[in-house]
């Protein structure tokens, strides 16, 4: 079972995949893991994405195609995998399609208002990386560990029109080009609720 998670920022993509993993025993996979993994491990795609991430320029679709391809690749990913963070564009999408088979892509919508109130009310936990929202979590300090909760930098208005407005042209386009394996979900609900359609729909399917 080889799946896809779309949806723009903050729409709940990583909270729908590892619920997901848990009950289906499949392998979250995403290029932001992919490329500080192989940066950190020196590997000869690693040091070849480091070289354009270094100079501030976008990594070719080649070069992430050559990631995805060796940890799909790998024993754990047999069952299956989730993508989540890749493809973002169409011609990545046409990439994909001659490395591998996709079963089900499975699209969060979510309004931009909400995903601009989420992003505001974003804190993270200074030492484990936990992730909260002051909507629905008011303390100022972890509930894992204890440590003091953060608000980053670029989780501000600016920084969140940007990125939606990059998702808006470049990723979209995808709802059309998966339209025969599309599951929309309304994720504007609790992570619990916005999974419920998930796994009846993944339970029936597969």
């Known amino acids: 079972m080889n799946i896809i998670l779309l949806g723009a920022p903050f729409s709940g993509k990583g909270t729908l995949a590892?619920?997901?993993v848990e009950d289906f025993s499949l392998v979250q996979i995403s290029t932001g893991d992919l490329f500080r993994e192989n940066i950190k491990n020196g590997t000869?795609?690693?040091?070849?994405?480091?070289?354009?991430?270094?100079k501030g320029e976008l990594v070719p679709d080649s070069v992430t195609i050559s990631m995805l391809k060796q940890r799909i690749e790998k024993d754990d990913c047999k069952n299956g995998f989730i993508l989540d963070g890749f493809p973002?564009?169409?011609?990545?999408?046409?990439?994909?399609?001659?490395?591998?088979?996709?079963d089900c892509v499975i699209q969060l919508d979510v309004s931009f208002d909400e995903i601009r109130r989420r992003c505001l009310g974003r804190r993270t936990?200074?030492?484990c990386?936990?992730?909260?929202?002051?909507s629905t979590y008011n303390k100022?300090?972890?509930?894992?560990?204890?440590?003091p909760l953060t608000k980053r930098d670029d989780d501000n208005l600016e920084t969140v029109n940007n990125r939606l407005e990059v998702y808006e042209n470049m990723t979209a386009p995808l709802?059309?080009?998966?339209a025969d394996k599309l599951f929309v979900v309304k994720g504007a609900d609790s992570p619990d609720e916005t999974y419920k359609p998930v796994k009846?729909?993944?339970s029936e399917k597969f």
Do not use: H, W
């Open 125 to 127: 936990c200074s030492k």
């Open 200 to 202: 009846k729909l993944l």
């Open 44 to 54: 000869e795609v690693g040091l070849l994405a480091k070289t354009y991430m270094d």
């Open 140 to 147: 100022t300090t972890c509930e894992k560990c204890g440590s």
């Open 18 to 20: 590892r619920k997901i």
């Open 129 to 134: 990386g936990e992730i909260y929202n002051t």
């Open 175 to 178: 709802i059309n080009f998966y």
């Open 88 to 102: 973002r564009t169409v011609p990545q999408a046409e990439e994909l399609k001659n490395l591998t088979e996709i």
